[in-house]
């Protein structure tokens, strides 16, 4: 199990046993003290003991309240005050703790397991319960199906919530004996029971009432903090960048902070997803070591090696590019910053103004929906297609919230499903719109429900999952200062003419952005991270992906005959853009053959 996750830990492996029938395992990453530590950590008498992954950028804190306290430190690291605090807090002590992180504390005395995961969920940690009284976990889902104990069934449910979402959603795996602990999230194993429990909720929207100097003083206060803890660093490190807002914002604040930062950037023949012109200019601003690579994805190889590393199926194709990235990085530094979290703390998604639009126009959408939908109908040929857009806007506006927006930024709708699908396919329980209506249950207006939903599972499931599998099978690790805890609580409460003001999302963080980076770089259309997939299904991939989705052996009882024929032939013949859908389709053949028949 622990050697499977080498990748995540290239540079020691570490284990502890016990009278117990306890065994914690521990691949490692290098980063702070190099020498002393090494892991699993213990405390002075060797009755509590702590494997970890991540960075807890509070440590030095941390560390010097429990030395006072009487603690007695043997390493530099950060793992060691996961000891001492849980000898200190107990169970409560990941409230106390600021960064990234799952771990796992063993006390001996106590006979008792914790375990528990940051709040916004940027490090994985699945478990699993083979018998009543069993407990086996890990970081990725290959660990844990490598103990021969754990059930690998396949789950169909959470592949119905797969072809919904694109991913599959905490807690749940695509199997039967896997779950996901949540974000913010801790769980208590003794005497043979599990406990899991929240430390940390997501904060109301919209609760403060500030100005906008004052808001822009301490928005740039907080993120020069947690820039500056993200710096804390035995081994090289860089700074991913898109020439976007966010990221471009992290790399100027990284050259405030540290004078030459090193850059990384990688672009794509196709002009319309390439972003290199953006971070150049960013980069000679501050004179970074500015590394580009201009690639052309070998999807055929890359796909089924992403496969095997997420576990589950998982249908977001910027993992290809975000792999790409890392690997780049890794030749040169072993940290990497990134600006994830910028739409997510501000508001800076289309779709958020939308959905407040939406309400108002909803209600004209039956006397004019049809004339609209004959106006704007016919083909579309790419993901980008303006018309289209309109044209899922118009479609969505009348119906309610959780459905409008899970048209918006879902796959599949029930009703392709249901065209899809044969009848004896599973549906979840609960759907993944009564799941939508669950992580939109908060806030005054539409804009901000949507926001909600994105911070409980789009984030975590999606775009942090992302970033992290395709980060760590490079064994590199990526820091969000975006994602501190401290900026995204602030983000969040802001009213929300700081946060949306008329067309614009992202208001505030703009407004700061000015001071330090290109104007140009800030109001411009966002690109996103993408791949011209669509296109390559019509040309080079054609044949690929009818092969993997046609043939005998992609037979499994999912699907109607020729249904998956027929979104090909007519996404090829330019009938409709099935790009979402074929890829997830693509992406769940890949996970069966690479993860499930693989065993």
Same mark, same amino acid.
């Given at each position: 199990m622990r050697d499977s996750l080498t990748h995540r830990g290239p540079d020691?492996?570490?284990?502890?046993?016990?009278?117990? *029938?306890?065994?914690?395992?521990? +691949?490692?990453?290098?980063?702070? *003290?190099?020498?002393?530590? *090494? =892991?699993?950590?213990?405390?002075? %008498?060797?009755?509590?003991?702590?494997?970890?992954n991540g960075e807890i950028y509070n440590f030095s804190i941390l560390r010097a309240q429990l030395a006072a306290s009487g603690h007695r430190f043997s390493t530099a690291t950060d793992t060691e005050v996961l000891v001492? $605090? @849980?000898?200190?807090?107990?169970?409560?002590?990941?409230?106390?703790?600021?960064?990234?992180?799952?771990?796992?504390?063993?006390?001996?005395?106590?006979?008792?397991?914790?375990?528990?995961?940051?709040?916004?969920?940027?490090?994985?940690?699945?478990?699993?319960?083979?018998?009543?009284?069993?407990?086996?976990?890990?970081?990725?889902?290959?660990?844990l199906l490598r103990s021969g104990i754990v059930d690998r069934a396949v789950y169909p449910a959470a592949l119905?919530?797969?072809?919904?979402?694109?991913?599959?959603?905490?807690?749940?795996?695509?199997?039967?004996?896997? +779950?996901?602990?949540?974000?913010?999230?801790? !769980?208590?194993?003794?005497?043979?029971q599990l406990d899991c429990t929240p430390y940390w909720s997501l904060p109301a929207h919209a609760t403060r009432a500030i100005d906008e100097p004052a808001a822009l003083e301490e928005l740039d206060d907080l993120l020069r903090r947690a820039v500056r803890s993200r710096l804390i660093s035995d081994v090289p490190l860089g700074a991913y960048l898109s020439g976007g807002v966010d990221s471009s914002?992290?790399?100027?604040?990284?050259?405030?902070?540290?004078?030459?930062?090193?850059?990384?950037?990688?672009?794509?023949?196709?002009?319309?997803f390439s972003e290199l012109e953006h971070a150049r200019r960013v980069a000679q601003r501050y004179g970074t070591e500015h590394h580009e690579l201009v690639v052309k994805p070998r999807l055929v190889e890359i796909a089924p090696i992403l496969a095997r590393h997420y576990g589950d199926p998982f249908a977001d194709?910027?993992?290809?590019?975000?792999?790409?990235?890392?690997?780049?990085?890794?030749? =040169?530094?072993?940290?990497?910053?990134?600006?994830?979290?910028? %739409?997510?703390?501000?508001?800076? @998604?289309?779709r958020y103004r939308a959905m407040s639009l939406a309400r108002t126009v909803g209600r004209?959408?039956?006397?004019?929906?049809? !004339?609209?939908? +004959?106006?704007?109908?016919?083909?579309?040929?790419?993901?980008?297609?303006? +018309?289209?857009? !309109?044209?899922?806007?118009?479609?969505?506006? $009348?119906?309610?919230?959780?459905?409008?927006?899970?048209?918006?930024?879902?796959?599949?709708?029930?009703?392709?499903?249901?065209?899809?699908?044969?009848?004896?396919?599973?549906?979840?329980?609960p759907s993944a719109?009564?799941?939508?209506?669950?992580?939109?249950?908060?806030?005054? %207006?539409?804009?901000?429900?949507?926001?909600?939903? *994105?911070?409980?599972?789009?984030?975590?499931? %999606?775009?942090l999952a992302k970033v992290d599998i395709a980060s760590m099978a490079a064994s590199?690790?990526?820091?969000?200062?975006?994602?501190?805890?401290?900026?995204?609580?602030?983000?969040?409460?802001?009213?929300?003419?700081l946060r949306i003001r008329k067309s614009e999302g992202k208001y505030l963080l703009k407004r700061l952005a000015e001071r330090y980076v290109p104007r140009e770089n800030l109001y411009r259309q966002k690109m996103g991270f993408g791949l011209p997939i669509g296109q390559w299904l019509r040309g080079d991939l054609r044949d690929w992906a009818h092969d993997l989705l046609t043939s005998p052996r992609s037979e499994r009882g999912y699907f109607r005959p020729g249904a998956v024929a027929s979104l090909l032939d007519e996404h090829v013949g330019g009938g409709a853009d099935h790009t979402a859908r074929l890829w997830a389709l693509v992406m769940l053949e890949l996970w069966h053959r690479e993860v499930v028949d693989a065993a």
């Open positions: 020691s492996g570490g284990e502890y046993t016990d009278e117990a *029938d306890v065994y914690l395992g521990i +691949r490692r990453l290098r980063i702070i *003290d190099l020498v002393t530590g *090494d =892991q699993p950590i213990a405390n002075e %008498d060797r009755t509590v003991w702590a494997i970890f001492h $605090g @849980y000898e200190e807090y107990g169970i409560e002590l990941p409230g106390h703790l600021e960064g990234m992180f799952a771990f796992a504390v063993w006390d001996e005395r106590k006979n008792r397991l914790l375990l528990a995961r940051d709040r916004l969920g940027k490090k994985p940690l699945l478990y699993a319960q083979p018998d009543p009284r069993s407990l086996v976990f890990g970081s990725e889902h290959g660990a119905d919530l797969y072809l919904s979402l694109g991913y599959v959603p905490a807690p749940h795996t695509a199997f039967r004996g896997i +779950r996901k602990l949540l974000p913010g999230h801790r !769980a208590v194993w003794q005497d043979g914002l992290v790399v100027a604040l990284m050259a405030q902070e540290t004078g030459t930062v090193r850059t990384f950037t990688i672009g794509f023949d196709e002009q319309e194709s910027s993992a290809i590019p975000t792999y790409y990235l890392a690997k780049m990085a890794r030749e =040169q530094v072993t940290v990497a910053l990134n600006g994830d979290g910028g %739409d997510e703390s501000f508001s800076g @998604y289309d004209l959408v039956g006397p004019v929906g049809g !004339a609209l939908g +004959r106006v704007l109908a016919g083909p579309a040929r790419s993901t980008r297609d303006r +018309r289209q857009r !309109a044209r899922r806007f118009v479609e969505a506006a $009348g119906q309610p919230e959780p459905e409008r927006y899970l048209r918006w930024v879902g796959i599949f709708s029930d009703v392709q499903k249901a065209g899809l699908t044969n009848e004896s396919f599973p549906r979840s329980d719109v009564e799941l939508m209506r669950g992580w939109m249950r908060e806030g005054d %207006d539409p804009s901000d429900r949507a926001n909600a939903a *994105d911070l409980r599972s789009y984030l975590p499931d %999606d775009l590199l690790e990526v820091r969000s200062p975006l994602l501190d805890r401290s900026v995204i609580e602030f983000g969040v409460s802001l009213p929300r003419r």
